[in-house]
């Protein structure tokens, strides 16, 4: 699978740790950055993978910074990426099988390295249920083609 990741500087201990991870698993990791814990702004990383996943260069996104929020609001300003908070594997299931979420936020305040390995593996394996999800994933994608501002 083809994964692009990005954090922080709140979010870079974590990423590599994930990195890692995936790279374990045999995943390809593109790794969008930041590259050290010096004082980064989250939106020039998670907009990179944010714009792999909706190109189709990669399969599926992985954001991290402090709290999740920062990075999960620059994901969903990209047309295409439907990106989901998740701080356990609960939530990571339900963002794919509801959502067909496509990339997957973290908080690197709330969530540990193995944690963080649990949640991955369940967004990354979850297929999304489509049926009566699916016409509310086609409104979200209507939304993104009016250019609507609602």
């Not at 083809?2 to 890692?20: F, N, T």
């Not at 939530?91 to 193995?114: E, P």
């Not at 963080?116 to 049926?131: M, Y």
């Amino acid at each position: 699978m083809r994964i692009a990741i990005g954090s922080d500087h709140r979010g870079y201990a974590l990423k590599e740790a994930l990195k890692a991870y995936l790279e374990k698993r045999g995943d390809t990791v593109a790794d969008f950055g930041t590259h050290s814990e010096d004082s980064a702004d989250y939106p020039d990383f998670g907009r990179p993978v944010a714009e792999a996943v909706a190109a189709g260069n990669a399969d599926f996104g992985v954001t991290i910074c402090w709290t999740g929020n920062g990075m999960n609001i620059v994901a969903n300003k990209v047309t295409g990426v439907r990106a989901a908070i998740a701080f356990d594997t609960d939530l990571a299931q339900l963002a794919r099988a509801h959502n067909d979420a496509n990339v997957l936020t973290l908080a690197a305040k709330y969530v540990d390295a193995d944690t963080a390995a649990r949640i991955v593996d369940v967004f990354l394996t979850t297929q999304f249920e489509g049926g009566r999800h699916l016409s509310r994933v086609d409104k979200i994608r209507a939304v993104e083609a009016s250019g609507s501002t609602v």
